[in-house]
């Protein structure tokens, strides 16, 4: 099982940027994904969460209404993108991958997941 997530950079507050995380070792559909972040001097927390079937998610509430969790099983990727940044967004983002895991249930728990991609750095200025 290998994540590899990409598409950070560094924008400016109120715009957009779309990270993915491509999968390799499994199948999709298989796992549940969940993407985290981490800020300096902050420990690693929950952004966004998808089910096995693809179609159920869960959102921090600090994102909520601003960044969508999908997935893109032609390309066994999964995709979190982000609009209206604000500086509080700027952190390391990392896609994780559970299993096992129920199919209509996205997970929100750091300890449920037991695979991890190596983060993507996400840098909002204000």
């Known amino acids: 099982v290998q994540l590899q997530a990409s598409g950070g950079g560094w924008v400016q507050a109120g715009a957009s940027l779309r990270l993915s995380c491509a999968a390799s070792g499994f199948t999709l559909t298989d796992y549940a994904m969940g993407w985290f972040r981490q800020a300096p001097g902050k420990e690693r927390e929950f952004v966004a969460g998808l089910s096995r079937r693809g179609s159920d998610t869960a959102y921090a509430d600090a994102v909520k209404g601003r960044f969508t969790i999908s997935r893109d099983n032609t390309k066994n990727t999964v995709i979190l993108q982000m609009n209206g940044l604000k500086p509080d967004d700027t952190a390391v983002y990392y896609c994780?991958?559970?299993?096992?895991?129920?199919?209509?249930?996205?997970?929100?728990?750091?300890?449920?997941?037991?695979?991890w991609g190596q983060g993507t750095q996400v840098t909002v200025s204000s």
């Open positions: 994780a991958a559970k299993s096992p895991a129920y199919w209509a249930t996205p997970h929100i728990r750091e300890y449920e997941y037991g695979y």
